[in-house]
């Protein structure tokens, strides 16, 4: 058959419909999405250490066929598995303790790769940290001598090796597919590769120059792509239909600034002016406020919904949970009681009648400020007259779910609120179509939550304090990466210490949240904890984005190396909400000490996500696939500022001169577009 890029890869010889469904788990479904798919990392063979020159005390990177394996029980009922390898220079015992289902995987006669300390044991012996099987018995090692072997994401039943053949096979008829680049958007001065050869050298690099040189040749065509859709969309914005008008009567801001029972900080005042100027501008807002957990978002909202009813118009804000938003509705409930205005709470849980009768409301206008989910976006909603969107945790919510509720109005203003710190540079490639505020100072009187890292010997004296906490009337957390126990893994489940945890401290009422439970159990649980009647909180990352529970003054995080610097620090922010000194415990005997001393040393969310953004890129932060649906695969924003400048440049000047991309020389960047991106169709599937 005749390949194309949208070729389904079941067609692709070595793959075939069954094991075309496990390349689906990793988001492969065509012969394009192949080509995309990146090596996480690269082996080079050829500066391996010879097995004679591993020296006891360092870390060491072997290559050597197994001559021997087997699993050694040990007498703490342990089972280590062992292999001896061997190279040209002589032989090395490598042992995996407690891993003997890799007697399953590692066999006589396969070349292998090894990483990981030297040690003395009966002679040296490696402990690997990574393993990676080269070659089988009857496969020639001389193509994996002296050459960049990529490493690609696998999943189970698809192994990096089994997708790096099937790639080899087919690459060079892949390659004849590829577009040739359009002069005009490949900036000179960068001297980038041709995009057929970046191909080449991504997935068949002769060196690790030549793999990094195809890395910022497909990094720079990622951002452009992104950057792209980010000034389509501003294009598309400017055209939309004229926002809703508002006037500054400082009728009711002026008595909520009276009745708040705390003074603004400088960043709320700002923020608060940066959007009334865009709300009486007549343009549309397309506003994004980001700031810690508890720096003061909702206050900065609630002014502006204020605003809004003044000049007779509706505010709504749609938060992401039902019982996030019984929250904020409390919160306007409290600071709204002296100016007379009560709240309209709707959701998805309510009765029928219910429904009915706040719809009723809401369409004939008696209704002006609405707080609510999903629901809000449903058919059967129909709005007065909408001049404010505010979405709370927008990264959480879709783009159809923001414009579905959006296009319930006549052009409303739109505020986006996101407790997830971001920095600058990420900000404006992924965001580049929304005006930023940032709320970075915390208000009068929050204290920084004392964070420690502790090894899990403390936990005896971790769980009395815990005990003390509760006794003096105060709630827990106490988070875990994984739900149950796993043969592969040997994380401490939520659900085994749960259970440990209620032997531990009898006394004490222990819940449990996680994410296989079903909505309404899991806010059963959280509401009971809101409430006080659970004691400690056992979760998982569920409570990431959750309730705020004044009462809890502790947050244990087990297997902390598990999680990103982000999101430890979107956990440690569900304490520190309230008067009392609060405190996060990082329980961990893993590698990753350094980071997390790191991360203890700052309650900043804008520092932290900066040591993210270092750490893990673009890719895994929140809001990065917010402009287009798509995760950046090769883009690295803490050394790729040059490519995001020229990026923004080309592409503006692209938007400018041909905004539907329907030139000669542009017409295969929009069908790109329009194939990875979410919105590209939306954007320029209409010309």
């Excluded at 191909?199 to 990094?219: N, Q, T, Y």
């Excluded at 720079?220 to 809703?244: C, I, N, T, W």
């Excluded at 815990?466 to 106490?478: K, N, T």
């Amino acid at each position: 058959m005749n390949l194309r890029l949208d070729t389904p890869v079941q067609y692709l010889k070595g793959v075939g419909p069954k094991r075309a469904e496990t390349f689906n788990r990793l988001g492969i479904q065509t012969v394009e999405d192949l080509l995309y798919h990146s090596p996480h990392r690269y082996l080079d063979a050829s500066s391996v250490t010879p097995i004679a020159k591993a020296v006891v005390g360092e870390d060491a990177t072997l290559v050597g066929r197994v001559v021997s394996q087997g699993v050694l029980p040990t007498r703490k009922r342990l089972k280590v598995f062992r292999a001896v390898i061997k190279d040209g220079s002589g032989l090395i015992e490598c042992a995996w303790p407690g891993q003997a289902f890799l007697n399953r995987t590692i066999r006589v006669g396969q070349l292998i790769l090894v990483s990981g300390p030297v040690k003395y044991y009966h002679g040296r012996q490696m402990n690997p940290r990574e393993q990676v099987v080269l070659a089988e018995s009857d496969e020639n090692d001389e193509d994996v001598k002296g050459v960049v072997l990529p490493v690609y994401p696998a999943t189970e039943g698809l192994s990096h090796r089994q997708i790096r053949g099937i790639i080899r096979v087919h690459l060079d008829e892949m390659l004849r597919l590829i577009d040739k680049d359009s002069e005009s958007v490949m900036p000179k001065a960068l001297k980038l590769l041709p995009r057929r050869e970046a191909f080449r050298s991504l997935h068949r690099p002769m060196s690790m120059d030549e793999a990094e040189a195809a890395r910022v040749r497909l990094a720079y065509e990622e951002l452009l792509d992104m950057q792209l859709v980010v000034a389509k969309a501003r294009l598309v914005a400017k055209k939309s239909p004229k926002g809703v008008k508002h006037e500054l009567k400082k009728e009711l801001t002026t008595q909520l600034k009276s009745a708040l029972p705390f003074e603004l900080t400088q960043g709320q005042r700002r923020a608060i002016k940066e959007i009334v100027g865009d709300m009486v501008s007549g343009e549309r807002m397309n506003r994004l406020l980001m700031g810690d957990v508890g720096s003061g978002k909702t206050v900065v909202a609630l002014f502006a919904m204020l605003l809004a009813v003044e000049n007779d118009s509706q505010a709504v804000f749609m938060a992401p949970t039902e019982l996030l938003a019984e929250q904020h509705a409390r919160t306007f409930n409290e600071l709204l009681a002296p100016l007379g205005i009560m709240p309209e709470l709707l959701l998805g849980r309510a009765s029928a009648k219910e429904k009915s009768e706040i719809r009723s409301r809401i369409q004939s206008g008696a209704s002006r400020v609405i707080v609510g989910t999903h629901a809000l976006v449903q058919e059967a909603t129909e709005f007065y007259r909408l001049g404010l969107v505010v979405i709370d945790e927008q990264h959480r919510f879709g783009v159809e779910h923001r414009a579905s509720l959006v296009e319930k109005g006549d052009g409303p203003d739109v505020l986006l609120l996101s407790a997830t710190p971001i920095p600058r540079t990420l900000a404006l490639t992924a965001y580049g179509d929304l005006d930023i505020s940032a709320l970075k100072e915390k208000p009068a009187g929050r204290r920084d939550v004392r964070t420690t890292v502790r090894s899990t010997k403390s936990r005896g004296k971790i769980y009395s304090f815990l005990e003390d906490q509760c006794a003096a009337g105060r709630q827990a957390y106490v988070v875990y990466p994984i739900i149950e126990e796993s043969e592969k893994v040997d994380f401490r489940a939520a659900t085994t210490m749960a259970d440990r945890l209620r032997e531990a401290l009898p006394q004490l009422s222990v819940g449990l949240v996680h994410g296989r439970l079903k909505t309404e159990e899991r806010d059963e649980v959280m509401r009971k904890f809101r409430d006080g009647s659970v004691n400690i909180l056992v979760a998982t990352t569920v409570i990431e984005v959750g309730i705020d529970v004044a009462n809890a003054t502790v947050m244990v995080i087990e297997h902390p190396e598990r999680f990103g610097l982000a999101q430890l620090h979107q956990l440690r922010g569900r304490v520190g909400r309230g008067a009392e000194e609060s405190y996060c415990i990082l329980l961990s005997d893993g590698q990753a000490k350094a980071r997390l001393q790191e991360f203890a040393k700052t309650n900043d969310g804008f520092r932290i996500a900066e040591l993210d953004l270092q750490e893990r890129g673009m890719g895994q932060l929140a809001g990065a696939r917010q402009s287009g649906g798509v995760e950046l695969k090769f883009a690295d924003l803490g050394r790729d500022i040059e490519l995001i400048s020229y990026a923004r440049k080309v592409a503006s000047d692209m938007i400018e001169s041909d905004p539907g991309l329907q030139s000669q020389g542009h017409m295969s960047i929009r069908k790109r577009i329009e194939r990875r991106y979410d919105r590209g169709i939306t954007l320029f599937g209409i010309g």
